[in-house]
């Protein structure tokens, strides 16, 4: 057996101790640093989500974790924002369930923040709603495991439900205002007078120009000017872009309109509670291109 190089020093039993301790906390620290954090090293947290306080008494209400999941921050007040909020996910097994399952909570007393966001190669367990002064709600993930490579980053999509006196009069979701609780964009609205109504067309895709000006051929010359006068230039090109729009006509009340998107069907919803006094309406929604299922019917 060869002993020690010459002018070696041989370390002590207790340095190497010492030693060996500190390697394994180094190395220790490091995987917890790696399970709480992305593959570029960022904090697994929702949309911009600031490294806030877990707010008290706020309540998981969904959690999932897959592909194909849209990236979103909204509040939901009120049965349409429900609603519309299903449209980012039309597939009946994904949207109608949580559809239904958010319709049963009480709205009248809570409201619902709603992040989703991409978690990279972290899966979880599950999330918390946090809170920041600066930046206002955000989501982080509980249970984590980070892989260093992934066949696809995952989605996640957290709903949380707070007390309505909680959640302030402009709240933010990582650090912004809250966006539309759906994937539509009413682009235009005008209102119709009682004899106009009976002449109202029915429900269509307007993203070509033939096909909008189809859809108004019907309609009174007033109704006409005002949607063209919203929609501004949208149709200088016949190409629809990513997006799809669609004319509808109604009755209710303002322009406080949402789309409603199920793999059944495209149709408007009242924003607030009960109408007491519908007036007929001509609206035209924009809807990105990839949440339009194809069995949906327009209208109806």
């Known amino acids: ?38 593959p570029d090293g960022a904090p697994v947290s929702g949309p911009d989500g600031a490294d806030g306080t877990v707010v008290p008494g706020a309540e998981a ?6 592909h194909g999941l ?23 097994s994904v949207g109608g369930a949580l559809q239904e399952k958010l ?17 990279g190669c972290t899966s979880a367990g599950g999330a ?4 920041d002064e600066n930046t206002g709600y955000a989501a982080r993930l509980t249970d984590t495991t980070t892989y260093e490579t992934c066949d696809s980053p ?19 979701i990582g650090g912004a205002p809250p966006g539309p609780p759906g994937p539509a964009e009413l682009l235009a609205y005008a209102p119709l007078d009682g004899a106009a ?43 629809p872009g990513p997006a799809r729009r669609f004319a509808f006509a109604g009755q209710g009340c303002g322009d406080g309109l949402l789309l409603e998107i199920t ?22 929604f924009s809807v990105p291109a990839d949440r339009v299922p194809s069995s949906a019917v327009i209208g109806g």
């Not at 209400?61 to 897959?66: C, D, L, Y």
């Open 1 to 38: 057996m060869t002993g020690a190089p010459a002018g070696a020093v041989r370390p002590r039993s207790g340095t190497w101790l010492i030693t060996a301790a500190i390697v394994v906390g180094a190395l220790l620290a490091g995987c917890v640093w790696w399970a709480a954090a992305g």
């Open 61 to 66: 209400v969904h959690f999932e974790q897959g």
């Open 128 to 131: 918390v709603l946090t809170y």
């Open 103 to 119: 319709l049963a909570r009480d709205l009248d007393a809570e409201v619902l923040v709603a992040t989703g966001w991409s978690s």
């Open 197 to 239: 109504g009976g002449r109202a067309p029915r429900a269509a895709e307007v993203s070509q120009p033939d096909q909008f000006d189809a859809f108004v051929r019907p309609l009174p010359a007033a109704a006409t000017a005002a949607l063209e006068s919203r929609l501004g230039s949208l149709y200088d090109s016949e190409l």
């Open 263 to 284: 793999s059944r069907r495209l149709r408007p919803v009242g924003a607030g509670g009960a109408c007491r006094d519908p007036r007929p309406y001509v609206a035209v």
């Open 70 to 92: 849209a990236a979103v921050r909204t509040l939901l007040r009120t049965p349409a924002d429900v609603r519309a909020f299903a449209g980012w996910y039309s597939q009946e």
């Open 154 to 172: 995952w989605d996640v999509l957290a709903v949380f439900a707070v007390q309505e006196d909680d959640a302030g009069a402009d709240p933010r």
